[in-house]
């Protein structure tokens, strides 16, 4: 993730639970459509790849708490089965 200059990636449940971050902030763990978290950048583009299966979306960039308030940019994209099915959200 250093190489590319990434800060973080999360793997978020197509329900809106961020199963897995690098960084382990106040953010992982929790849920994104209903947690503290609802109202930022990575819900909106989590929200965003649902409805935009199959493309990557881009957040604006924002102040983001569980990073103590750092400007963040987040991009996100539906992971899907080899049959089509969605198995979750991948966020940088």
């Known amino acids: 993730m250093v190489e590319r200059g990434y800060y973080d990636f999360f793997l978020i449940?197509?329900?809106g639970d961020i199963l897995y971050t690098v960084e382990k902030e106040?953010?992982?763990g929790t849920n994104l459509k209903?947690?503290?978290w609802r109202e930022t950048g990575l819900?909106?583009?989590?929200r965003q790849a649902l409805a935009q299966n199959d493309r990557v979306v881009i957040?604006?960039?924002e102040a983001y708490g569980p990073s103590s308030g750092a400007p963040a940019m987040f991009m996100a994209r539906t992971m899907t089965s080899p049959q089509g099915k969605l198995i979750g959200i991948l966020a940088l």
């Open 59 to 61: 957040s604006d960039l």
């Open 26 to 28: 106040d953010d992982y």
């Open 34 to 36: 209903t947690g503290p």
């Open 13 to 15: 449940s197509p329900e």
């Open 43 to 46: 819900a909106d583009v989590y």
